[in-house]
């Protein structure tokens, strides 16, 4: 059995930091490509930032130079360390984990991390 929880919301003041956690556990033999996905309400779902197995990154324009999006392949665990935060960058956090198991290799989401930033 696979799951893959976000950890690491929270509230924070603008111009604060946060670093979000997207870690994947169970029979797992690999994680592959995985992505941040965030939700305001009253927004669209948007694709925050994304990274290959290899390391290659994707960011959206809105938050390029502000978060950054790494990977510890040893601890099947991604990381968005989010800094500069700002008022439109609260919503719910998603991270999407493509993810090879004993089961087979299909898509996995983590159940969602709130962050509000607000003074």
């Known amino acids: 059995q696979v799951q893959v929880v976000e950890s690491g919301g929270g509230l924070v003041q603008p111009g604060g930091s946060l670093r979000l956690s997207c870690a994947a556990s169970?029979?797992?033999?690999?994680?592959?490509?995985v992505a941040w996905d965030r939700h305001a309400p009253g927004k669209q779902r948007d694709l925050v930032a994304s990274?290959?197995?290899?390391?290659?990154?994707n960011y959206a324009d809105s938050v390029k130079g502000r978060f950054t999006i790494s990977r510890n392949n040893a601890v099947n665990t991604v990381y968005l360390q989010m800094n500069s935060l700002k008022s439109e960058d609260t919503a719910v956090y998603y991270c999407?984990?493509?993810?090879?198991?004993?089961?087979?290799?299909?898509?996995?989401w983590g159940q969602g991390i709130q962050v509000t930033v607000s003074s």
């Open positions: 999407n984990a493509v993810v090879r198991a004993l089961s087979g290799r299909r898509d996995y």
């Open positions: 169970g029979s797992i033999l690999g994680v592959g490509a």
């Open positions: 990274i290959t197995s290899v390391g290659s990154t």
